[in-house]
């Protein structure tokens, strides 16, 4: 009975193609954004919290100032003491490493080739705190740090516009006027989270950096690790507590620095991704309403036209459910086919924006099955109402009907 009932819907379908193709065109589109945008969401999200990942991750970033910037119209906060660094290391439970920065800008030269750049000045713990991988050489000795020799290790970006394809280990380089021994070179890390690139820069011990280009022992930022073992929340809390007696910070005062958890970062902003795409989902599923509209609209004029096919069908043993099942049948088969071609232009459409938005490509069978379903669930509903009207003709009416 349902074979039969299927096979005479696929040959009502067939019989107005044209038709049966705008009538489910709203589905289509429908399933098909809805499957891109929760698709490139998830995408999106994976990408920021890779991104984030490499950061570090339980790592807290200090920097002066209540925020990114300085934050109102007041003088600006003193930045961080090498002491403050090590009161840090040396005090707080829980901290598996700190690395101090201190950053300038600078034009990088080697043979006629040029590269403006940054100039990161740290020690080894800024490795430990964020791992970064060598792709050739070593990392700064303790004898280099100490003596702040003119040492540098270079990301891909540097070497890639410099030496092209020569061996950079045990050149020599200027960069903001100082001759410097290239000692490594970076693996590529890419775009940070926030856009930059993270491969164009320069690693230098940071009393190189201090004494030669920035002029003074100021550090900009701290980076702390966190053991696994123990909460972000209490050793941020305790770096708190130091901090603001370190500066002097009493009563009521507001911290004249900020501790920012890359964790909650990542977290926050993988929220905001998430929302976003839940509202052009929301969106982009108005088209499947309007796509069971259609459907119902369709079938209503389907009915209209075969009111003596109908009757006749009553008239000679049929029994109103076997009709309703007939146009209920045609409208699930209907949606069925609109939600597939949506499934194939949806994929379609997630692999280029992928590509375009170098996104990493992402086959989500969760979403897709559930997109199928709704739109079966959509013929179901909207194509009920115009079955039920066609299973409750009367079959004399029907027949009369030109």
Known sequence: MLGTTFILAIRSIRRHLLRSFLTVLGIVIGVAAVVAMVTLGKATTLQVQKSIA??????????PGQGFGRGGGGPRPP???????????????????VAPQAQSTGTAIYEGANWSTTVNGTTNGYFEVQPWPLSSGRYF?????????????????????????????????????ISCDVIGVLTTKGQSGFGGDQDDVVIMPIKAVQRRMTGNTDVRLILVGVDQAYSTAQVQASITDLLRERRHITGGKEDDFNIFDTKQISDTLSSTTTLLTNIVTAVAGISLVVGGIGIMNIMLVSVTERTREIGIRLAIGAVANEVLMQFLVEAVVLSCLGGLIGLLLGQVAVILLSVLGQLPFIFDVQINVIAFLISGAIGVVFGFFPARRAASLNPIDALRHE
Do not use: H, W
């Open 54 to 63: 490499s950061l570090g991750t339980n790592v807290l970033q200090i920097r």
């Open 141 to 177: 000795t303790p004898a280099e740090e100490s003596a702040g020799k003119a040492v540098c290790i270079i990301g891909s970006t540097v070497y890639t516009n410099l030496y092209k394809t020569k061996d950079a280990l045990g050149t020599r380089m200027r960069i903001a006027g």
């Open 79 to 97: 930045d961080f003491d090498p002491r403050d660094v090590d009161a840090i290391g040396k005090q707080i439970t829980g901290v598996t490493a």
